[in-house]
């Protein structure tokens, strides 16, 4: 132990201490889960604290399986969750298709950066509450108007990472590819684009991240169906258990989106890491 500590050449991966947080924690992490899941049984079960703020597991699996059949607020558990699927993709898929090409000219054109990085960088700290009255008197009430505002909310953090993933490309990599014949488009789509995709892919799971949490907000407006509306018509009338059974299900959405994104990310952008 004490050679190795000591030892003059640098460790490797894969020996003694191996690369910063290298290893699997997945172990760690059901572990924790069910620590957490105990601890909720045990302090709910033994009254410690009231059903009212913290209902049992047990109410909660009850509830769900209730709202899953008979339905809550005129519309079963599938409708709410197709509701607010549709909504959260819609908005995450427009600005995919928006905000990537837009953060990627900003990061190798002054001339995009200067038109779009001051309105993004400035509605961006906003929180979704603070701009949904004007999207309400621009667009009314409809259902195009909680998609923008979702959409609104994932946009800025994707044109951020993907203008970061840009800028953070290694010139040498760009000079050798001119340096080869290179065309500019060659270089953007070739160099550029495969370089910044880890970044890209970061921005795109902290944007869903954040659609998921504004879509509450995006229906808190003349909304009849979608979890955000579910859990807020289920606290007017105190029904805590509704509440958290629609937290559970909104958060195993999204965790499930992330590891989706992860899997693609592993598999498209193989050398992250190891480059």
Known sequence: MKTRLFAKRSVRPGEHF????????????????????????????????????????????EKFLLVATEGFAGATLLEHTLTSLSRVMGAFALACVTAIPIGVMMGVSRVARGLFDPPIEFYRPLPPLAYLPMV????????????????????????????????????????????????????????????????????????????????VAGEMVASTRGLGFMVLNAAEFLASDVVIMGIIVIGLFAFAFDLMMRHFEKVLVPWKGKV
Not at 20 to 45: C, D, E, H, K, R
Not at 189 to 205: D, N, Y
């Open 18 to 61: 191996g690369a910063p947080g290298q290893g699997s924690a997945a172990g760690i992490a059901s572990a924790t889960v069910a620590a957490l899941l105990l601890l909720w049984f045990l302090v709910s079960n033994a009254g410690w604290v009231k059903p009212l703020f913290l209902p049992t597991p047990q109410a909660v699996i």
């Open 136 to 215: 309400i008197i621009w667009f009314g009430i409809g259902e195009f108007s909680k998609v923008y505002l979702i959409f609104l909310a994932i946009f800025a953090p994707m044109a951020i990472a993907a203008r970061s993933g840009v800028r953070s490309v290694s010139i040498e990599q760009i000079h050798a590819a001119y340096s080869m014949g290179a065309t500019r488009l060659q270089v953007i789509r070739h160099v550029i684009l495969k370089s910044a995709l880890p970044e890209i892919f970061t921005g795109m799971r902290i944007g869903i991240g954040v659609g998921w949490t504004t879509l």
